[in-house]
């Protein structure tokens, strides 16, 4: 029986790369038409502030909205303890049936300052403490969390960067309770020589699940996937059509692992597909749509919810 990987789509962080507002029935279609193709683990939404990232502004509507299959597992992307307080409040409102609820609240947190202030406008050691409060937060209200370690792979900002660092914040996260942890090469920057030893470092510092969020551009994802393959990963996000990217970072979005890339790759190593790509065929389409109408977004400083 072959290996079998876990895939996280991303539409929420497609959404927040464009520049025009999606209407909320437009995001509830396309999120359940993945839904519909058997995606069974989705990045949908973030609860953080309306005015720095207004197009996630709708999420708790959104998620009242989404179909609810069996296996259905949610993450919702969380900048401050205000916004792991609205994943419980709509846990609570919207339903509290195993699959009828936000199972992970995720946090960002980088590993170099100039990235923590300008995503969340927190210092790290700010940061630091907030993440304890949602962590604690997390727990009473039987919520996973989900920690995304942002420039995992190295930086911009010319930030001493080493994978002794992200070790050191990964076995702190771990810590504090985190189910499970992201690297996340936040604008693209990283080898596929520092992705394999960078996980490998990491993997074998800390017992909880472990995965990569990476933004690349097509020409690097083969060599980026395989080398976190060969490194032990078994956890990817990615989003279809490599739509979307971080904000707050650079002036250039580099766009998300597209799925429709990383399937193939993920097949030609042997692994097991929790869906394919003819199944994703309409989707990509939708997608392809959104961005034609909606188009993206350019870099900004404000309170973000990125990795």
Known sequence: MADTVTLTECPRDAFQGFARFIPTDRKIAYINRLIDAGVRRIDFGS?????AVPQLADTAGVFENLKSPPGMYLIAIVANQRGAEGVAAA?????????RRIHSAGFPLSVNETFQRRNTNKSLDEAWAELGQIAALCKAESIELVVYLSMAFGNPYGEAHSP??????????????????????????????QVGQTFSAVRGAVKTQLGVHLHARNNTLRAK???????GCRLFDSAIGGIGGCPF???????????????????????????????LLTCAAEAQELQRLFGSKPAHAGEGDTP
Do not use: M, W
């Not at 846990?91 to 195993?98: A, D, H, P």
């Not at 996937?225 to 490194?231: I, R, S, Y």
């Open 164 to 193: 002794k660092q992200v070790t050191e914040f990964a076995r702190r996260a771990e810590e504090l309770g985190a189910a499970c942890i992201q690297l996340a090469d936040t604008v693209g920057v990283a080898t596929a020589t």
């Open 249 to 279: 970072a650079e002036d250039e979005l580099v766009g998300n692992l597209d799925t429709l890339q990383l399937l193939p790759v993920l097949q030609e190593h042997g692994y097991a597909l929790p869906y394919t790509v003819d199944g």
């Open 47 to 51: 609860f953080v502030s309306p005015k």
């Open 91 to 99: 846990n609570r409102k919207f339903g509290l049936t195993r699959n």
């Open 225 to 231: 996937v395989a080398a976190a393959l060969e490194a």
